[in-house]
């Protein structure tokens, strides 16, 4: 059963439509991610979720019930920031125990609260410091147990990753995650950063100038993305014309190579998508396809070795673990991309 | 570099010069009271006068009508243009720059050319005075609150309230208020130091106010003026001061220790 449900959503500023015929059911302590380029609706449809905005049309239930009409502070929502939103005037204690005195808690239940939220953040020594005296990984956690510890319904974050640096992010992360699954939380979590949808999210909605793309559990919306848009907005692809030989075998004529994909497919003219990291050099019995190209660059990526291969008119991308006992070929030199059937994804 | 900072220097003082001497030159002249003696017998009078402190009293109470009127008057309205009319700032601003333009004395005579009758008969009532000395400080409110509202973040702050589940009341009196301390404080003392000396509005309008005072003894005699511009002086200095105690450790929202852990 959905604890958080959007109906028909739709959001206009003035002639321009922000978010268009949005509906989506979220399971209790779910993580949703919302994923999707600037101005794809992403942060309007959270806005509306946590009343910040009106929606034009539509309706939003919390648990059965209809918010759509309620004012921010009545849905016991609670939100974190891009950019931390902390009270400058207020001590990191003043600031988690805020929700909970606007609410009205006894002084004692306040005190051990916010203990409780020190605790979960790892940062008791941090009670009576001021924002300006933290760091941004360390305002953003505190920024979390502000918003958690009014024990709301559900848990909204607006891209809270982006302003700090790449190692914090990663950390962060794991912590948001670990911290929403110990309190079971339902959570929505708005990103632009593929990476971070994927490695948080029970499920993801992928979203396009303010209309739903897919909505899928990472693995689903990785290898088996609904269409082009989404197979090329999540990961790395490779996406080549193709012409259908024998949609029902699934058989491709590409750059004038014979490439077998699993039938039945679309017929006529389609776009041949293949993930880089499906692809290997040379020939294997396990893959059915090969295509003919030569190397034109070798490019160093740390743990992966990116090798940008030319096929008469298009270049693919091979990605290889970069192992001690990798041996390339040198660039110039004729190779052969082996690929399985189960690696083609055959889109209109 | 030296030679750079050597400038620096000789226009600092030349600055400098330019202020105190005058300053200094008053002070001493208002120590010239009795003949052939430095004394504060000027001063003295001065606060003797019972004039001093009905028109002073006078004038401090209406300024503080005026601070407590004009502020409640323009902090909600900014917030609400800063939060949900952003496209009516431009109009407000250019609202602000019109005291400027339009001459007191014009000012005046529009207040009491539409307020002499019914339905609004207020020209006899102080607080009519209070309105264009609103009017008059409304500029200096106007930008105090602007600066106050521009270094924080309003949206995002009033969000994060609300989430939590306050309400406007709390919102301005727990998270706005105690954020703009440094910006209203300069806008009280701003529009303060106005009403004190304001003369063109309270001789108009026929009130005893401080200003018309400092006036009328300039006017009159010659050692008593001084002592009120030096006791004006330390006023506005003293305001200047508390504005200083009161934004000690205020240091805005950015991440004092640098980095991101």
């Keep these: 059963m959905a604890f958080l449900e959007m109906k028909n959503l739709v959001k206009c500023f003035g002639a321009a439509t922000a978010v268009e015929n949005f509906s989506l059911e979220i399971r209790e302590g779910e993580f949703m991610s919302f994923l999707g380029g600037s101005g794809c609706g992403k942060t309007t449809t959270l806005r509306m979720i946590a009343g910040f905005e009106q929606p034009t049309e539509g309706s939003i239930r919390i648990g059965g019930a209809e918010v759509s009409n309620l004012p921010a502070n009545?849905?016991?929502?609670?939100?974190?920031?891009?950019?931390?939103?902390?009270?400058?005037?207020?001590?990191?204690?003043?600031?988690?125990?805020?929700?909970?005195?606007?609410?009205?808690?006894?002084?004692?239940?306040?005190?051990?609260?916010?203990?409780?939220?020190?605790?979960?953040i790892h940062m008791e020594e941090f009670r009576e410091?001021?924002?300006?005296?933290?760091?941004?990984?360390?305002?953003?956690?505190?920024?979390?147990?502000?918003?958690?510890?009014?024990?709301?319904?559900?848990?909204?974050?607006?891209?809270?990753?982006?302003?700090?640096?790449?190692?914090?992010?990663?950390?962060?992360?794991?912590?948001?995650?670990?911290?929403?699954?110990?309190?079971?939380?339902?959570?929505?979590?708005?990103?632009?950063?593929?990476?971070?949808?994927?490695?948080?999210?029970?499920?993801?909605?992928?979203?396009?100038?303010?209309?739903?793309?897919?909505?899928?559990?990472?693995?689903?919306?990785?290898?088996?993305?609904?269409?082009?848009?989404?197979?090329?907005?999540?990961?790395?692809?490779?996406?080549?014309?193709?012409?259908?030989?024998?949609?029902?075998?699934?058989?491709?004529?590409?750059?004038?190579?014979?490439?077998m994909a699993c039938g039945p497919v679309p017929s006529g003219q389609v776009k041949l998508s293949l993930r880089p990291e499906m692809l290997s050099l040379g020939t294997h019995p396990s893959n059915e396809n090969q295509l003919r190209g030569q190397l034109s660059n070798v490019i160093?990526?740390?743990?992966?070795?990116?090798?940008?291969?030319?096929?008469g008119s298009r270049e693919i991308f091979l990605d290889t673990f970069n192992t001690p006992k990798l041996e390339l070929p040198s660039v110039g030199s004729p190779v052969s991309i082996g690929f399985p059937r189960e690696a083609c994804l055959v889109m209109e | 570099m030296i030679k750079r900072r050597g400038w620096s220097w000789f226009w600092f003082f030349l600055g400098a010069l330019y202020f105190l001497v005058p300053l200094l030159g008053t002070f001493l002249f208002s120590l010239r009271g009795k003949r052939g003696a430095l004394s504060f017998f000027a001063y003295s009078r001065v606060f003797a006068d019972s004039q001093f402190l009905q028109t002073f009293s006078f004038s401090f109470k209406m300024a503080l009508l005026t601070i407590v009127a004009g502020?409640?008057?323009?902090?909600?309205?900014?917030?609400w243009v800063h939060l949900r009319l952003p496209k009516a700032k431009p109009i407000l601003e250019a609202c602000s720059l019109l005291p400027f333009v339009i001459p007191p004395i014009v000012l005046v005579f529009g207040l009491i050319r539409i307020y002499s009758g019914p339905p609004f008969a207020l020209a006899s009532s102080p607080l009519l005075l209070v309105a264009g000395y609103i009017v008059l400080s409304f500029p200096y409110i106007y930008r105090a609150i602007d600066a106050g509202l521009r270094s924080m973040d309003l949206r995002g702050l009033t969000e994060a309230a609300h989430s939590l589940g306050a309400g406007w009341g709390t919102i301005l009196f727990r998270i706005v208020l105690p954020n703009m301390r440094v910006s209203l404080l300069s806008a009280v003392f701003l529009t303060f130091s106005i009403v004190i000396g304001e003369l063109t509005l309270a001789v108009m309008l026929a009130w005893p106010a401080f200003g018309p005072y400092m006036a009328l003894m300039g006017r009159d005699l010659a050692y008593e003026p001084a002592a009120l511009a030096i006791l004006s002086f330390l006023l506005t200095w003293g305001l200047i001061g508390l504005i200083q105690f009161a934004s000690r450790g205020i240091t805005g929202h950015s991440t004092g220790l640098g980095g991101t852990h």
């Design chain 1, 74 to 120: 009545k849905r016991g929502v609670g939100m974190v920031f891009q950019n931390y939103a902390l009270f400058p005037n207020m001590t990191v204690h003043k600031n988690i125990a805020f929700g909970l005195m606007v609410m009205g808690w006894k002084t004692a239940d306040i005190e051990h609260r916010v203990e409780e939220m020190l605790a979960l």
């Design chain 1, 129 to 259: 410091r001021y924002p300006h005296q933290m760091s941004g990984g360390q305002q953003q956690r505190v920024a979390l147990a502000r918003a958690l510890a009014p024990k709301p319904k559900i848990l909204l974050l607006d891209e809270p990753l982006s302003a700090l640096d790449a190692k914090i992010r990663t950390r962060l992360r794991e912590e948001i995650r670990a911290i929403q699954r110990q309190m079971g939380i339902t959570t929505v979590y708005v990103t632009h950063d593929q990476e971070e949808a994927l490695s948080l999210s029970d499920r993801i909605v992928v979203m396009r100038a303010g209309k739903i793309e897919q909505v899928g559990t990472p693995f689903e919306i990785y290898n088996r993305p609904a269409n082009a848009f989404v197979a090329s907005f999540i990961g790395t692809l490779n996406i080549l014309d193709a012409h259908v030989v024998d949609a029902q075998r699934g058989q491709l004529l590409v750059e004038g190579q014979e490439v």
């Design chain 1, 300 to 311: 160093f990526l740390g743990s992966i070795v990116r090798l940008v291969i030319g096929t």
């Design chain 2, 71 to 79: 502020i409640a008057l323009t902090l909600p309205t900014m917030i």
